[in-house]
């Protein structure tokens, strides 16, 4: 069983530990993380999975940004500890914190990642949403959360300030 419940600043440090194991080395560098500099979170959507034994075991985090100067929310990093995955601990929190966000009227959320996983989730491929390079195209994948919330959004992705 997982506890599952919005990340404090008690949590961020294990949190880190835990993004450092599951992604290589040198994941700041990614174009993502250029977005995210400077932006606080949305701390309404960062959830934290503790296990029976209080380890924390999964994690997930939201920022906004401006997709051609419209609002939308930057879903990522989400890892689930190496020894948890495969439980759907993964699921839970994409699903879990998408239902939140849908709660809170945010409209339309992205990420950059591997289409064969978030598919089941509803994300799919963006025409037309510029990540700063280097990012394949094929992997900038976004779910509206509101009916039609992409329709007519493309441009390059920026930082919200
Ligand atoms: C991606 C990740 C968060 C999934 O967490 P999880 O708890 O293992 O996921 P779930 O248990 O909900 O789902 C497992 C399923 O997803 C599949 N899956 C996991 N990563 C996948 C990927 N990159 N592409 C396609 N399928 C993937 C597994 O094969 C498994 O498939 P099955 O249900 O057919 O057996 C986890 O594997 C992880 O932390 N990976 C390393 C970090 C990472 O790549 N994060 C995502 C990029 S931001």
Known sequence: MFQIEPETSQDSYEVEWLYD???APGREALSSYRLREGVPRVAELCLVARDENDIV???IRYWPVLVGGTRALLLGPVAVHPTRQGEGLGALLMNESLHRARELGWHRVMLVGDEPYY???GFSKL???EMPPPTNPDRVLGIALQDGAWLGVAGEVTRFL
């Open 127 to 129: 025409e037309g949403v």
């Open 21 to 23: 194991t599951c992604f």
């Open 119 to 121: 598919r089941r989730f």
């Open 57 to 59: 075991a999964g994690a």
